[in-house]
């Protein structure tokens, strides 16, 4: 409870200096990964109730919600394995895999690099130490034409990237979700 507080009081402070706040251009975005082994609700839906909640039970104002996946790595995998759950997520994520997402993944426009300088498809793949699967590993050696044309390197924890609406840093990642949320009867 008492880390609720601090950051329930901690998104009070960036309001109060202009962070979240209409027309301050002072952008506060929220993250929202869903405790467990389950995939995340659709993205819209919820910044609105976190807004109206936040709003209405807080005074919290901020600009967007970001919906991300859990991947079955580091500790949420260790978590996966202790309590016997990690061939059902991963089943859950492969029969959840949604083709629409695969166009707008991270990996497919962004390169991760470390303080190093090594060159990963993702931060994921960076806390791996998945390095690209290309002659330039380094940004020493940077050539934007050879990581447009790379494969990029994956695993088991890919699959959170693709399943449902998709998940990046930037949240779902699927126009089809989007049409869905927006476009809907």
């Known amino acids: ?5 601090t950051s329930l ?9 202009g962070y979240g706040v209409e027309n301050s251009g002072l952008q506060l975005d929220l993250v929202f990964n869903p405790g467990g082994a389950s995939l995340p609700g659709d993205q819209h839906s919820l910044e609105l109730d976190y807004k109206r909640e936040l709003q209405q039970n807080f005074g919290i104002l901020f600009n967007q919600l970001f919906t991300i996946t859990n991947l ?6 260790d978590f996966l394995v202790a309590s016997e759950r990690f061939e059902e997520y991963m089943e859950k ?3 959840s895999f949604n ?8 990996c497919r426009n962004t390169i991760s690099v470390s ?3 090594d060159l990963y498809d993702c931060d994921f793949n960076q ?8 002659s330039v590993q380094h940004i020493a050696d940077f050539n934007l034409e050879e990581l447009r044309n790379r494969e990029v390197v994956i695993s088991q924890h890919c699959y959170g990237c693709t399943a449902g609406a998709g ?10 979700q989007f049409c869905f949320t927006f476009f809907s009867f």
């Open 72 to 77: 079955p790595i580091s500790r949420f995998l």
């Open 9 to 17: 009081e901690a998104l009070k402070m960036l309001n109060e200096v």
């Open 115 to 117: 303080w190093d300088g």
């Open 93 to 95: 994520l492969i029969t």
């Open 167 to 176: 998940s990046s840093c930037q949240g779902t990642v699927s126009l089809m």
């Open 99 to 106: 083709p629409y997402t695969i166009e707008n993944l991270m």
């Open 1 to 5: 409870m008492v880390f609720l507080m």
């Open 127 to 134: 806390m791996l130490q998945l390095k690209t699967a290309s």
